[in-house]
T-cell receptor, first 112, second 112 residues
């Protein structure tokens, strides 16, 4: 069982749809992250939030919109995505000065 | 540009052998290093962290760090088929955003 839970685990959406990915961490951490993992590529950092404030936006297209209402919850709002956005989206949490980050199970996204 | 380099593999070893996974990093400011294991279709899970030069052992796993050579390795003794997975190396500098940089991962196959 992981301290970071993500929903949905699988999502298929059309290019004109709007959907959201949700992440919740039960570890008391103050930093949360969104990563994208595509086949044969390194993990790509998308966004970082520390104490609910966005501290990193790694040149992510505006069709991805993060939201962090509190230190335990993180959303990724998806709008007019492209097929190349199909990937595994991983949420993670950690202490912003701590030593490790912990990943959720991921949300598999397919854009058709 | 901070980079973490890993041979993508696959690295194939027989059951019971020692698997040796290697990683180099470009950022000399990196102070913390992590090995994550990722089974197919699953999220990465932390298996080892190392912060000082030398070896660190945990069960069948040994992490080795050489900061002068900017080199990190993971040895898996008595490899089992259940060790078959992708192993991700990550490096992180202290201070700033504390965000780890991940390599592409090395695929390990342990065959009976």
């Amino acid at each position: 069982e992981t301290g970071v839970t993500q929903t949905p685990r699988h999502l298929v959406m059309g290019m004109t749809n709007k959907k959201s990915l949700k992440c919740e961490q039960h570890l008391g951490h103050n930093a949360m992250y969104w990563y994208k993992q595509s086949a044969k590529k390194p993990l790509e950092l998308m966004f970082v939030y520390n104490f609910k404030e966005q501290t990193e936006n790694n040149s992510v297209p505006s069709r991805f919109s993060p939201e962090c209402p509190n230190s335990s919850h993180l959303f990724l709002h998806l709008h007019t995505l492209q097929p190349e956005d199909s990937a595994l989206y991983l949420c993670a949490s950690g202490e912003n000065s701590g030593n490790t980050i912990y990943f959720g199970e991921g949300s598999w996204l397919t854009v058709v | 540009q901070k980079e973490v380099e890993q041979n993508s593999g696959p690295l194939s070893v027989p059951e019971g052998a020692i698997a040796s996974l290697n990683c180099t990093y470009s950022d000399r400011g990196s102070q913390s290093f992590f090995w994550y294991r990722q089974y197919s279709g699953k999220s990465p899970e932390l298996i080892m962290s190392i912060y000082s030069n030398g070896d660190k052992e945990d069960g069948r796993f040994t992490a080795q760090l050489n900061k002068a050579s900017q080199y990190v390795s993971l040895l898996i003794r008595d490899s089992q088929p259940s060790d078959s997975a992708t192993y991700l190396c990550a490096a992180r500098r202290e201070g700033g955003s504390y965000i780890p940089t991940f390599g592409r991962g090395t695929s390990l196959i342990v065959h009976p």
